[in-house]
């Protein structure tokens, strides 16, 4: 089954930007019929869905962070990836990447990567 | 946005007790809700898609009901392994949202 994996810096300094890539394994990005995403979750606090991207790049954000960020694919190396700009103290969370499945009548995130806890500090 | 309300926020449960979540949507999502199960520590894992699908794997204990914008998540028989936080997110529209989630512990 499609493994999904988050790497990147654990720590960030503020006003600085965040940068995760997520590799894809068992499976090809582009193959069938899927969207890849990022989500976060601050330490005891619930989900956050922060955008998709296709595999031919087609991007949707979350309108609350759209100005920050920026998503990207590279179909060579199955992989996408998260950036993140002018980050605070609010974005330390840990970063989910995620398989999002959809047809004529069903959309649901059907596999997930472990998460990255990312922090922000000087 | 399309904002999910959760209840409880958490419950504590015997082992064999039905135990039932409730979501709630601020507006129409028709069937397109999903359930995720969360364990400490761990990443979410898909429970049930579009109300009541429920995914491979996930034991038949777990059922999901809707009536118009109120979504339910019954597991009939509490089991040790099923302590969790549970979390249901919408699909009908952009920006996916969550709800807060309840947090399912074992008395």
């Known amino acids: 089954q499609v493994q999904l994996q988050e790497s990147g810096p654990g720590l960030v300094k503020p006003s600085q930007t965040l940068s995760l890539t997520c590799s894809v394994s068992?499976?090809?990005?582009?193959?069938?019929?899927?969207?890849w995403n990022w989500i976060r979750q601050p330490a005891g606090k619930a989900l956050e869905w922060i955008g998709r991207?296709?595999?031919?790049?087609?991007?949707d954000y979350n309108p609350s962070l759209k100005s920050r960020v920026t998503m990207s694919v590279d179909a060579s190396k199955n992989q996408f990836s998260l950036e993140l700009s002018s980050v605070t103290a609010a974005d330390t969370a840990i970063y989910y990447c995620a398989r999002y499945y959809y047809d004529s009548s069903a959309f649901y995130l059907d596999y997930w990567g472990q998460g990255t806890l990312v922090t922000v500090s000087s | 946005d399309i904002q999910m309300t959760q209840s409880p926020s958490s419950l504590s449960a015997s082992v064999g007790d039905r135990v039932t979540l409730t979501c709630r949507a601020s507006?129409?999502?028709?069937?397109?809700l999903n359930w995720y199960q969360q364990k400490a520590g761990k990443a979410p894992k898909l429970l049930m898609s579009?109300?009541?699908n429920l995914h491979s794997g996930v034991p038949s204990r777990f059922t999901g009901s809707r009536s118009g914008t109120d979504f339910t998540l019954t597991i009939s028989s509490l089991q040790p392994e099923d302590s969790a936080t549970y979390y249901c997110q919408q699909s009908q529209s952009l920006p996916l949202t969550f709800g807060g989630g309840t947090k399912v512990d074992i008395k």
């Open positions: 068992a499976g090809s990005i582009s193959s069938g019929s899927y969207y």
């Open positions: 579009v109300t009541s």
């Open positions: 507006q129409s999502i028709t069937r397109h």
């Open positions: 991207i296709s595999a031919i790049g087609s991007t």
